[in-house]
């Protein structure tokens, strides 16, 4: 299956700042995925980022405060911005993987605290 | 409305016992996968498992296997002779098409701790 590399892996963030989270993928994927957990909560999708064309959102999530990027087929950042404590959660991201059978690898995560 | 429901929000089992643990889906579609991965405390989420909704026997995957029942919308992982590692977050997930992109939906989870 594929690899993916997300960075970083835990921060610690004042309140009002912004962070970016970056996946690598080792190989070339269409589709990559951004999920976020609340403490104690299941994974709720943020938004499917397709490279070439703008991510699209889920509900109850926007750009402004999740910013993505897919520059190329291998690589995405999120950006947390303007963070407050709700924001405190882990952040993943996903790839739907043709290398793999059955089509999801997973980052290891970033664990965000907001002071 | 709720598409994957895991009505145990925590389990406690024995080392060496075995263990089911419970998941219901919803969907209109004929063409749907479900999945069943652990988290641990670590946040990485581990897949243990897969069935398609076209697969007539039941998945296995070493120790762990899918109790598929199609006409329940029900895909209950079984854990044979639990481990202390087993200890763990544990999602159930389907895969359904939307809009051109197969997207993962997740249940609440099940928190399983296996008591030596």
């Given at each position: 299956?594929?690899?993916?590399?997300?960075?970083?892996?835990?921060?610690?963030?004042?309140?009002?700042?912004?962070?970016?989270?970056?996946?690598?993928?080792?190989?070339?994927?269409?589709?990559?995925f951004w999920y976020r957990q609340q403490?104690?909560q299941s994974l709720t999708l943020i938004?499917?980022?397709?490279?070439?064309?703008?991510?699209?959102?889920?509900?109850?999530?926007?750009?402004?405060?999740?910013?993505?990027?897919?520059?190329?087929?291998?690589?995405?950042?999120?950006?947390?911005?303007?963070?407050?404590?709700?924001?405190?959660s882990i952040y993943l991201?996903s790839?739907?993987?043709?290398?793999?059978?059955?089509?999801y690898?997973f980052?290891?995560g970033?664990?965000?605290?907001?002071? | 409305?709720?598409?994957i429901?895991?009505?145990?929000?925590?389990?406690?089992?024995?080392?060496?016992?075995?263990?089911?643990?419970?998941?219901?889906?919803?969907?209109?579609?004929?063409?749907?996968?479900?999945?069943?991965y652990?988290q641990?405390?670590?946040g990485?989420m581990?897949?243990?498992?897969?069935?398609?909704?076209?697969?007539?026997?039941?998945?296995?995957?070493?120790?762990?296997?899918?109790?598929?029942?199609?006409?329940?919308?029900?895909?209950?992982?079984?854990?044979?002779?639990?481990?202390?590692?087993?200890?763990?977050m544990?999602f159930?997930a389907?895969?359904?098409?939307?809009?051109?992109?197969?997207k993962l939906v997740f249940g609440q989870g099940?928190?399983?701790?296996?008591?030596?």
């Amino acid at each position: 299956s594929a690899v993916i590399s997300q960075k970083p892996s835990r921060d610690i963030c004042q309140r009002g700042t912004s962070l970016t989270i970056q996946c690598q993928v080792d190989s070339q994927v269409t589709m990559m995925f951004w999920y976020r957990q609340q403490p104690g909560q299941s994974l709720t999708l943020i938004a499917t980022a397709n490279q070439g064309s703008e991510a699209t959102y889920e509900s109850g999530f926007v750009i402004d405060k999740f910013p993505i990027s897919r520059p190329n087929l291998t690589f995405s950042t999120l950006t947390v911005s303007n963070m407050s404590p709700e924001d405190s959660s882990i952040y993943l991201c996903s790839v739907e993987d043709q290398h793999f059978n059955y089509g999801y690898t997973f980052g290891s995560g970033t664990r965000l605290t907001v002071v | 409305a709720q598409k994957i429901t895991q009505t145990q929000p925590g389990m406690f089992v024995q080392e060496k016992e075995a263990v089911t643990l419970d998941c219901t889906y919803d969907t209109s579609d004929q063409s749907y996968g479900l999945f069943w991965y652990k988290q641990p405390s670590s946040g990485e989420m581990i897949f243990l498992i897969y069935q398609g909704s076209y697969d007539e026997q039941n998945a296995t995957e070493g120790r762990y296997s899918l109790n598929f029942q199609k006409a329940r919308k029900s895909a209950n992982l079984v854990i044979s002779a639990s481990q202390l590692g087993d200890s763990a977050m544990y999602f159930c997930a389907m895969r359904e098409p939307d809009q051109g992109a197969q997207k993962l939906v997740f249940g609440q989870g099940t928190r399983l701790t296996i008591n030596p």
